[in-house]
């Protein structure tokens, strides 16, 4: 697409060619008739319009920060951010001087909007600054404590969810038990259609969930993950674990572990063929359910992920959830 003229000439002679040899009769006169009348602008196609886009200025590399980029950062923390955002966020490339500039104005405290095209690196753009919080605030984190039993693996193990049926029991167990780190949201993203928040997860999922990542984590992190979570429709399951006189609301359990297993064959499945082709693309369009992306709504109910992806609508409904608001007190 270097020169677009070429190829808007090429797509307009095959197009012709097709319709010549489809369509094709035994008089040349209507054969000149019908393609001077095709090549006429309005009847077969329109002219094309072609704008011209200047290249977005470049600044410089992670490697290379020098410490200007991150104001009110020491050194130390400094490296944190750019060994946490290598491990999966951005490359080894110059990134773009809007990028930067995001990225001071933020960490700085200050409010800041980008706008600009297709391709230009917005997302890098609002998630540097999301990392290098992260990065800054989780050298404070104290160590996960023991993993818990059936953890990973109780939406599978079946005498672990008889036995808690026999002990009038959910069977689930919560995603971040054990954890001693504060839970909560450190960035919400907000988002006006789903397509684009299964474009995000896709990213977060190279960017935290890579196993460069879970390598950084646990060497400078004691283990500790940095969790994200897509709340919306699509999002298991609605409604609560217990009913109104505390039993165990089989049905939805039974619903969030069906969930639960197609999702995990799902991620098997992506990850053997990335396995079988070499690639290191297609497990990332699934969740992996041992990783740092968040299960279900209620995980996320009982310890909030750092990264919160939804919309306007679920958002308000969260927020009017009474299974979260304050206790009524007598005047």
Not at 111 to 122: I, L
């Amino acid at each position: 697409m270097r020169d677009p003229i070429q190829a808007f000439d090429e797509i307009e002679a095959n197009f012709l060619l097709y319709v010549k040899t489809a369509f094709a009769t035994k008089f040349p006169g209507v054969e000149a008739e019908r393609e001077a009348l095709l090549r006429k602008p309005g009847v077969f196609r329109q002219e094309p319009w072609i704008e011209a886009l200047p290249k977005y200025r470049t600044a410089t590399r992670l490697a290379e920060f020098t410490g200007n980029e991150l104001p009110g950062y020491q050194p130390a923390e400094i490296a944190d951010f750019v060994a946490l955002a290598s491990c999966g966020l951005v490359g080894d490339y110059e990134l773009f001087s809007h990028q930067l500039q995001m990225l001071r104005l933020a960490v700085a405290g200050k409010n800041a909007v980008v706008t600009a095209g297709t391709g230009s690196g917005k997302t890098e753009a609002f998630l540097l600054p999301i990392f290098a919080y992260l990065a800054r605030e989780s050298r404070q984190w104290q160590p996960p404590g023991p993993t818990p039993q059936h953890l990973n693996d109780w939406w599978k193990n079946e005498p672990w969810q008889e036995s808690s049926a026999q002990s009038d029991r959910s069977s689930r167990v919560p995603q971040r038990r054990g954890e001693v780190r504060p839970a909560g949201v450190r960035a919400l993203l907000l988002y006006p259609m789903n397509a684009l928040v299964e474009d995000q997860m896709t990213r977060l999922r190279r960017a935290l969930d890579s196993h460069k990542t879970w390598k950084w984590l646990k060497d400078h992190r004691a283990g500790n993950r940095i969790y994200f979570g897509r709340y919306n429709g699509n999002t298991p399951v609605p409604g609560h674990e217990y009913d109104e006189d505390g039993e165990p609301n089989q049905l939805k359990i039974d619903s969030l572990i069906k969930q639960l297993r197609f999702a995990e064959r799902a991620s098997r499945a992506a990850q053997k063929h990335d396995a079988e082709t070499g690639s290191d693309e297609a497990r990332y369009f699934f969740p992996r359910l041992d990783g740092s992306e968040m299960r279900s709504r209620w995980d996320m109910q009982d310890a909030p992920p750092d990264i919160l992806i939804s919309n306007y609508s679920m958002l308000s409904i969260m927020l009017m959830r009474e299974a979260d608001s304050p206790p009524c007190q007598d005047s």
